[in-house]
């Protein structure tokens, strides 16, 4: 079993920055390919961000393109999410996601997932 806690989450005003970690546990987590995704309230969970099991490939939503940034460090066993220029829209809980699948570098659906964490709150003030 795999275990993910995410934090970091909190109120930020507009244009400020806060960066989100995710610690992992169970298994070993440079198999895994990782993902941040987020659902606001009456939204459906959307992607965010996801990174290779070695780091060397990333991609994001148009909605954070620029703004965030998703790195990882496999020897702590924690996956990041700098978030930067936030916007009211950004308000929403995050989440953290595992990957066991090795047949492309990441993945962007939630069912291509088999971990999640809690989630952690992002408040985004006007």
């Known amino acids: 079993q795999v275990q993910l806690v995410e934090s970091g989450g909190g109120l930020v005003q507009a244009g400020g920055s806060l960066r989100l970690s995710c610690a992992t546990s169970?298994?070993?987590?440079?198999?895994?390919?990782m993902g941040w995704f987020r659902q606001a309230p009456g939204k459906e969970r959307e992607f965010v961000a996801a990174?290779?099991?070695?780091?060397?490939?990333?991609y994001y939503a148009d909605s954070v393109k620029g703004r965030f940034t998703i790195s990882r460090d496999n020897a702590k066993n924690t996956v990041y999410l700098q978030m930067n220029s936030l916007k009211p829209e950004d308000t929403a809980v995050y989440y953290c996601?595992?990957?066991?699948?090795?047949?492309?570098?990441?993945?962007?659906?939630?069912?291509?997932?088999?971990?999640w964490g809690q989630g952690t709150q992002i408040t985004v003030s006007s």
């Open positions: 169970g298994r070993t987590f440079s198999r895994y390919a």
């Open positions: 990174i290779s099991w070695s780091g060397g490939r990333t």
């Open positions: 996601a595992a990957s066991l699948r090795r047949n492309r570098d990441f993945y962007i659906l939630p069912g291509e997932y088999d971990y």
